[in-house]
């Protein structure tokens, strides 16, 4: 076979494939070019998810007559000349491949007029082809107009999702753009329905935690997050961190209200990602996700950029002090006493609360959960109840237990190895999270709830495996709020869903409805469940979910269906529990690798309190 040179319209076809791999990925690009032309105010237009039509209006500063055409070619750009530009590269673009891939791939029209110009000009682009610059009522900026995504390699559009997962993507890369410039106007529509109107601030912002910059946070991530979150300003050497970071309070299932820019630029970076649940580690439960939108800023030759075509990656040169200022500076804000820094009428009265709290001294309950315990029912017959005052309701248990239950001796009867289980009988609960058991060999301690998680997962792990999950009702369908990304989730991944055992379906643009659920989850989780199984199928879609991804979604979901911290049982739910434990494989451990249970024997009790000595 001869070696020939690729067309050039094929080759930009081939880079689309990796730069524009959907209207999202081309709204990201536009809208970068929009802000390094040093647009203050830009619109975004869309048809059916940005596949039918994709609009960008802005007031930059345009392009000239004689550059269009240039524009629209592959490795044309105003931003970098050099070796020495790209490694100093302050611009969000740089690379010139984003407008000659659309234009490959689409039915492209570029429209711009320069503030020099007495009017604005014209080129379109179709199958590689470029036409002749023609006059235009284009008023200063430029406008691009994409039509028809992919209509010239249809193998690569059938990849595109529903229209809803396509607008859903889009959105979200318009909330990261408009977070990281909250001194630029937006706008966005959707088949002619404005979603966003967000006006630019009346004069320029110097610093982040500005009452603008807060709002536009609040506007677009919720009032919740902006009154759960605390300022962060940090600064050493070259390096600044600031930005919002939420309370553990406001924590989230998933990691969808992160949002970390690096000089402006919106990245997911290992050694950042790292440092910052570190950072959050001693405060967060291990199961949720912290909540912050933070800005990194450097010295752009301590920055590579040039990673990846999408640019949604970097290197730093220095990756280890990146990652010990970014932890040292969140874990600082984070251990504040008080909050510094924001301006009293930027803060909502919910916000300072949240984290002002008094301290307060915690009782630690002993009791048995139900009255049939052996020492209950013998200080009932006795009449004693060594130092304590009787109150209502003990005295109305007394009743009870004493027309109920009759024992033959007042002392407990030691237990024979051979008749006593492996976990032995329950006794009582302590602090509501421990069940205390007495076996042959002793005393025996068990996290219950670690245990039930245990349970739980493998019963649904051979669910799964036999394609039989039970299911149940709900009486009352819980409903949830859920974005537009999480609608449209739902709607294409219903199969994924029933696997599962759930039915949830859309009830409104901005509302799910879960109506049934699996036997093993608890009802009272069932929000929570239904968001794991939601950020799962957003991240990697259904069927890598029911196969990679099983058994950590089996996990998860069974943390949320296992009974919780100070959920009192009764004695026969404790020995319930403790039997199927014992039928139940790897129950010493739980689903993260923790023990379950474990024993004080008789001897060690001895030792203890010197008997025999």
Request: hydrophobic share 45%.
């Amino acid at each position: 076979m001869s070696i020939r040179l690729l067309p050039e319209l094929l080759i930009n076809q081939i880079a689309a494939g990796e730069v524009i791999e959907r209207p999202a990925a081309a709204l990201k690009e536009l809208l970068e070019n929009s802000l390094d032309a040093g647009a203050t105010d830009i619109s975004v237009q869309l048809d059916n998810g940005g596949i039918k039509l994709l609009r960008i209006r802005d007031n930059g500063h345009g392009i000239a007559k004689n550059q269009l055409n240039l524009a629209l070619m592959r490795h044309a750009t105003s931003k970098i000349n050099s070796l020495d530009d790209l490694q100093h590269v302050a611009s969000m673009g740089f690379r010139g491949e984003a407008l000659a891939s659309i234009a490959a791939v689409s039915q492209l029209t570029l429209s711009s007029r320069t503030a020099d110009d007495s009017h604005g000009w014209s080129v379109e682009a179709l199958d590689g082809l470029i036409s002749a610059p023609i006059p235009s009522s284009q008023p200063p900026g430029t406008t691009i107009e994409i039509r028809e995504l992919y209509f010239n390699t249809p193998a690569r559009r059938k990849f595109l999702k529903s229209e809803a997962t396509e607008f859903a993507h889009c959105e979200e890369a318009f909330k990261r753009i408009a977070l990281s410039r909250p001194d630029v106007g937006f706008t966005l529509q959707h088949n002619g329905r404005t979603i966003w109107q967000l006006a630019s601030p009346p004069r320029l912002l110097t610093e982040w935690m500005r009452d603008a910059a807060l709002k536009r946070v609040a506007t677009l991530l919720g009032s919740e997050f902006g009154n759960a979150a605390i300022p962060v300003s940090h600064s050493a050497a070259s390096l600044t961190l600031h930005g919002l970071a939420a309370l553990p309070a406001y924590s989230k299932g998933n990691r969808d209200a992160q949002y970390f820019f690096v000089n402006g630029r919106f990245v997911r970076d290992k050694i950042a990602s790292h440092a910052l649940r570190q950072a959050y580690q001693d405060i967060l439960h291990h199961q949720r996700h912290a909540a912050f939108v933070l800005f990194l800023e450097l010295p752009s030759e301590q920055v590579d950029v040039n990673v990846h075509p999408a640019k949604s990656e970097v290197r730093f040169r220095e990756g280890q002090g990146i990652h010990q200022f970014i932890f040292h500076a969140l874990q600082q804000a984070l251990a504040a006493p008080a909050l510094s820094g924001i301006e009293p009428a930027a803060m909502s009265e919910p916000a300072v609360k949240s984290v002002f709290i008094a301290p307060t001294q915690q009782r630690i309950p002993l009791s048995a959960a139900q009255l049939n315990a052996s020492y209950q029912v013998w200080g009932v017959q006795t009449g004693k109840h060594e130092g304590m005052d009787e109150t209502a309701h003990e005295k109305s248990a007394k009743k009870i237990a004493a027309s109920t239950f009759e024992v033959s001796s007042p002392s407990p009867v030691p237990l024979d190895e051979n008749e006593s289980p492996l976990l032995g009988f329950a006794l009582a609960q302590l602090s509501g999270i421990y069940i205390l058991s007495q076996s042959a060999q002793g005393l025996i301690v068990v996290d219950m709830h670690a245990a039930h998680e245990r349970i739980v997962y493998e019963k649904l792990k051979t669910s799964m495996d036999q394609e039989r999950i039970a299911t149940q009702p709900l009486l009352i369908p819980v409903s949830i709020q859920a974005d537009t990304i999480d609608i449209a989730t739902v709607e294409a991944e219903q199969a994924a869903l029933n696997a599962l055992g759930f039915d949830i379906k859309p009830i409104s643009p901005t509302q799910l409805a879960i109506r049934v659920m699996p036997v093993l989850l608890k009802q009272a989780e069932a929000e929570a469940s239904a968001r794991i199984i939601l950020s799962e199928l957003r991240e990697y879609g259904g069927s890598r979910m029911l196969t990679e991804r099983r058994n950590e979604l089996l996990a998860s979901l069974a943390c949320h269906g296992a009974v919780r911290a100070n959920r009192i049982l009764s004695i026969l739910e404790m020995n319930a529990l403790l039997r199927e434990m014992e039928q139940t494989e790897r129950s010493g451990q739980c689903n993260h690798g923790r023990p379950t249970w474990f024993t004080l024997t008789l001897k060690e009790l001895d030792k203890m309190f010197m008997r025999g000595q």
